[in-house]
């Protein structure tokens, strides 16, 4: 069984509960996620089953969308409404000043919080801020696409988010609160897209046992997207009988002896010369293919009357 399964993760599981759940509902052990949720979050999971786990680094949409609640007035030290208070400010932010937080966009410079799985010298953040240990941390670039405010009264609000990947929504939040003196902390948060996922397609673990129960592993496998669907906006770049036979044993491939659907640099989609996906792959520096992750190891059938190898 191999494919990415989408699951709608509840509230007060982590995403490693969702593995361990699924792993034993399915009976397989490979399995990996998308991106990890906070146990408060709930949303899409997207779950990387068997062979498919190779691809979890490569998704062609690194893009999120989240929907997350927020209050002024508040800072804790988990950056949400979970945490242990650290200051509480009686101010009145008015509805003008959401204008600034829908300004934010582009790429923002953001400093991990100290209670994620971020590894700092190979020890979690979140390790470290249990034991009540602080320590400094490098900010990084992430890319916010859109900030709205959907709805806000009295301090408190919501918001949509698009953003790439890396972002915690919970620092951004709190750094509204810090640009705008009051302080912040997120109050609640659903993850509604996810790599190209939505939460139209994600099944409810209560949804995945019924199905694993009632229809067995083909009423799993048709409610998996597979790794050829998850490349399939990708340009292609289909080989011959010479060159997959080439791509088989490892040999570097001219992109100008492939045939490309169009000239960019991105990601390829590679097809073998039976038609069957086996690989993604970018033009290098050296005008060769270079394959980035193999999905499959291709059967080669070399046509009748080929002979020799004619990407030379």
Do not use: W
Not at 150 to 179: A, M, S
Not at 193 to 215: A, D, H
Not at 286 to 306: A, C, N, S, W, Y
Request: aromatic letters at 8%; glycine letters at 10%; proline letters at 3%.
């Amino acid at each position: 069984m191999d494919g990415i399964l989408c699951i709608n993760k509840p509230k007060g599981f982590t995403s490693f509960d969702v593995v361990a759940k699924t792993r034993k509902i399915l009976n397989i052990r490979r399995i990996g996620h998308g991106g990890t949720l906070d146990p408060m979050a709930e949303g899409v999971l997207p779950l990387f089953i068997g062979r498919a786990t190779k691809a979890v680094d490569f998704c062609p949409d690194n893009s999120k969308e989240y929907i997350a609640g927020f209050r002024f007035g508040i800072t804790t030290d988990t950056q949400d409404i979970t945490g242990k208070v650290l200051d509480k400010k009686d101010i009145y932010v008015s509805r003008n000043k959401m204008i600034f937080i829908e300004r934010i966009k582009g790429e923002v410079e953001q400093i991990p919080p100290m209670y994620s799985a971020v590894r700092v010298n190979g020890t979690r953040l979140y390790d470290l801020a249990r034991k009540g240990e602080e320590i400094e941390r490098t900010s990084r670039k992430i890319n916010i696409y859109s900030v709205k405010v959907l709805e806000y009264k009295d301090n408190r609000g919501i918001i949509k988010v698009k953003c790439g990947k890396g972002t915690y929504i919970r620092t951004l939040i709190h750094d509204f609160g810090q640009q705008l003196g009051v302080g912040a902390v997120m109050t609640s948060l659903t993850r509604t897209m996810s790599s190209g996922f939505s939460l139209s397609q994600c099944l409810t673990i209560e949804e995945l046992e019924e199905i694993r129960v009632k229809e067995g592993e083909p009423g799993i496998i048709a409610k998996m997207t597979t790794v050829e669907q998850l490349y399939s906006l990708l340009p292609k770049a289909r080989l011959d009988a010479a060159q997959t036979r080439m791509f088989s044993n490892g040999v570097k491939l001219l992109a100008d002896k492939v045939r490309l659907e169009r000239i960019y640099d991105g990601m390829y989609s590679i097809y073998d010369c039976n038609g069957y996906f086996g690989a993604i792959a970018i033009i290098s520096g050296d005008h060769t293919l270079k394959i980035i992750q193999r999905f499959m190891q291709p059967e080669v059938k070399l046509t009748k009357g080929v002979k020799g190898l004619n990407n030379d």
